[in-house]
């Protein structure tokens, strides 16, 4: 492989960019999405734990915690992926021997050492690492009492989101729980021109290039820009409507670079987002759970950032 590199300094800065182009699509094309997703996750991401809504807020944490009553010590508990707020919060409420399942030990370390430049202890000892695809986890039938996980339907393409949701119930005891905060599709923006939902969050006294604005135009432009055949947002829709924008605003053009940027790794190995409405998700849930009850937190905007409390049904 390396005999093709000198041949390559030959090209033009142009014709690189198309090679890597069409590399990039290949790749894409080439990969499952459980491939692309242990890529994504593996190799190039970092936990920002303390912004929403890509992590719990503190308010958010108040409401698992206010669900996760039992006594810890008493209780078996998964908890999917490796938020780390979630692991604290597990830890501060004593379960013992709590399952973490992940594809990787490698993001299950990742989210440990985003704690530990926190400052914040946990007790790794009182953890037990699965390492395993999600709807095939070798545990016990009707073995737990919780099933806890932030965001995981996002992690989960749709047409598979059936088996998942029976993997999690054959894994409850009668009347078990399934806690989690989902995302759900904002309607408001449906008929909304891109180039407008772009402009109004340009046009904020307040844009300062922060972390949350950017999430804010990004789930702005996931919900507006999904295919509902298959309930997915494609990266690239994203940024080439980022990059359709016109503007002499040197501010502003460094907003739109950075959440280009945010989001280009994702759109390299041609990763969609999941973006389901409120009915898609409560179709696929309601065939094993019912619904106890919705909840938000109150410090963000967190209307379409819900946590779901689920009962297994009997």
């Not at 932030?150 to 989101?161: A, G, L, N, W, Y």
């Not at 905060?181 to 772009?198: A, L, M, Q, T, W």
């Not at 502003?252 to 998700?281: C, H």
Request: charged letters at 30%; hydrophobic letters at 40%.
């Amino acid at each position: 492989m390396r005999l093709i590199y000198p041949i390559l300094k030959w090209f033009s800065n142009n014709d690189l960019l198309y090679i890597r182009r069409l590399i990039t699509e290949i790749l894409a094309n080439k990969l499952s999405r459980n491939e692309q997703s242990k890529l994504f996750w593996d190799n190039g991401y970092a936990w920002n734990i303390r912004v929403s809504p890509v992590n719990p807020s503190k308010d958010d944490l108040r409401l698992y915690k206010k669900y996760l009553t039992a006594k810890g010590d008493k209780k078996k508990t998964l908890l999917l992926g490796s938020t780390p707020l979630l692991r604290r919060l597990l830890g501060e409420l004593e379960f013992k021997d709590y399952v973490i399942a992940d594809f990787s030990f490698v993001t299950i370390e990742k989210s440990l050492q985003a704690l530990n430049k926190l400052g914040i202890n946990l007790d790794a000892e009182n953890e037990i690492w699965l390492k395993s695809e999600w709807l095939v986890m070798p545990l016990g039938p009707k073995s737990l009492d919780y099933i806890v996980g932030d965001m995981v339907f996002t992690q989960i393409e749709p047409h598979k989101q059936p088996l998942f949701v029976e993997k999690l119930a054959s894994l409850l005891k009668p009347n078990g729980y399934f806690i989690g905060r989902v995302h759900i599709c904002n309607p408001n923006f449906y008929d909304r021109e891109p180039k407008k939902i772009i402009e109004e969050i340009l046009s904020s006294k307040d844009l300062e290039n922060t972390v949350e604005q950017r999430f804010a135009l990004l789930y702005r432009l996931r919900d507006r820009l999904r295919d509902n055949k298959t309930q997915t947002t494609s990266p690239h829709t994203i940024i080439n409507e980022l990059l359709k924008y016109q503007t002499s605003d040197e501010k502003k053009l460094d907003f739109l670079r950075s959440v280009v940027n945010m989001i280009s790794r994702r759109a390299e190995i041609g990763l969609p987002f999941i973006s389901q409405t409120k009915d898609e998700l409560a179709n696929v849930i309601s065939k094993e759970f019912s619904l106890e009850t919705i909840v938000t937190a109150s410090d963000y905007a967190s209307e379409y950032f819900p946590i779901y409390v689920l009962r297994k049904k009997t």
